[in-house]
C-alpha cells in the first residue's frame, strides 16, 4: 500500500516556476514508477510526466518537454515536478501517482496507475 501527498500549488504568473513535490509511504516506494497528471476543467486527467524506479528513465507529454523535470529521491520518499516557463494552459489539477509495473504507453493511461494523491491546484495567469 502506497499513500502520496502532494506539496501546495499555487497561482504563478506566465513565464514563472512552480515546484511541486509529492510524499510517500510505503516501504517500497523505490521500487514504484512515479508520475504526475493533471486534469483541466472540463478535460480528461492527462499524464504530464513520469519517473521509472531508478529515475533513469523518464517520460514526458509533449506540451511540457523543456519546461517540466520529473525527479525523484528515494531516500526521502518524494517525487518531485519541477515546472518553468509556465503558462495558462498549464492551469489545472495536479496528481501525483505511483504503480508497481507500468512501462511503456500503458504509462499515458489514468485507469492503470494503482495510487493517488488527492491533487493540488496549479493557476498560471496571463
Known amino acids: 500500500q502506497v499513500q502520496l501527498v502532494e506539496s501546495e500549488g499555487g497561482l504563478v504568473q506566465a513565464g514563472g516556476s512552480l515546484r511541486l513535490s509529492c510524499a510517500a509511504s510505503?516501504?517500497?516506494?523505490?521500487?514504484?514508477?512515479l508520475g504526475w497528471f493533471r486534469q483541466a476543467p472540463g478535460k480528461e486527467r492527462e499524464l504530464v510526466a513520469a519517473?521509472?524506479?531508478?529515475?533513469?528513465?523518464?517520460y514526458y507529454t509533449d506540451s511540457v518537454k523543456g519546461r517540466f523535470t520529473i525527479s525523484r529521491d528515494n531516500a526521502k520518499n518524494t517525487v518531485y515536478l519541477q515546472m518553468n516557463n509556465l503558462k495558462p494552459e498549464d492551469t489545472a489539477v495536479y496528481y501525483c501517482?505511483?504503480?508497481?509495473?507500468?512501462?511503456?504507453?500503458?504509462?499515458?493511461?489514468?485507469?492503470?496507475?494503482?495510487?493517488w494523491g488527492q491533487g493540488t491546484q496549479v493557476t498560471v495567469s496571463s
Open positions: 510505503g516501504r517500497t516506494f523505490s521500487s514504484y514508477v
Open positions: 519517473i521509472s524506479w531508478s529515475g533513469a528513465r523518464t
Open positions: 501517482a505511483a504503480d508497481s509495473s507500468l512501462t511503456g504507453a500503458g504509462l499515458y493511461q489514468a485507469n492503470n496507475w494503482d495510487y
